[in-house]
């Protein structure tokens, strides 16, 4: 058990039966009446973010988390990752996974959220190189302006680039807003 004088950002509670991370708190000491803790919480079965006050030194239980490396190896209905330890296999819905799949490459290596024997999610890395696919040539005096053409990279993902990325090419591409941060 903790209390909310124990809160951190990052830290992870129990609360109405949800799992939470703590996004954000700050301990508020009015004029009159008691003390509260204002919250920002991300429910990590669901991913929505709200606010919510506790009052001060209220005791909540903190939620263990387990964080494992393990492989990517196949979609369909469900993607499949490999614990490379254990060799233990865990199947994921394919609609739990709706954004991360667009990052997702065969064999890679990534990190699956638990809570007990509970699948979270998974921690994609804060950016990933990928292979152009399909680029449009670059169009003769169209850069006078900061222009950009769309490509489509080897997930499947459209990204806007560059005019001077060309198909084949690898690129940087960060995985919270899916753009292009630079040539890999």
Not at 75 to 81: A, L
Not at 107 to 128: A, R
Not at 143 to 153: S, W
Request: aromatic share 10%; glycine share 6%; net charge negative.
């Amino acid at each position: 058990m903790i209390t909310t004088a124990d809160f951190k950002t990052g830290m992870t509670i129990l609360y109405n039966n949800n799992i939470y991370q703590i996004m954000d708190f700050q301990h508020v000491k009015p004029g009159k009446g008691q003390a509260f803790v204002k919250t920002k919480l991300r429910n990590l079965r669901t991913g929505a973010t709200t606010d919510y006050s506790f009052n001060a030194g209220e005791k909540l239980e903190q939620a263990l988390i387990e964080k494992r490396k393990m492989q990517y190896l196949y979609s369909g209905d469900t993607y499949c990752f490999m614990d490379m330890e254990t060799y233990d296999q865990v199947e994921i819905p394919a609609e739990r996974l709706e954004w991360e799949s667009k990052f997702l490459l065969e064999g890679m290596t990534i990190e699956i959220v638990f809570y007990q024997s509970e699948i979270l999610g998974v921690n994609l890395p804060e950016k990933i190189a990928l292979e152009v696919t399909e680029a449009s040539p670059a169009v003769a005096g169209n850069t006078a302006t900061n222009a950009q053409k769309e490509v489509t990279l080897e997930t499947g993902l459209v990204v806007k680039v560059p005019m001077f990325i060309e198909q084949g090419e690898k690129i940087i591409v960060t995985t919270w807003d899916g753009k292009y941060s630079s040539r890999a």
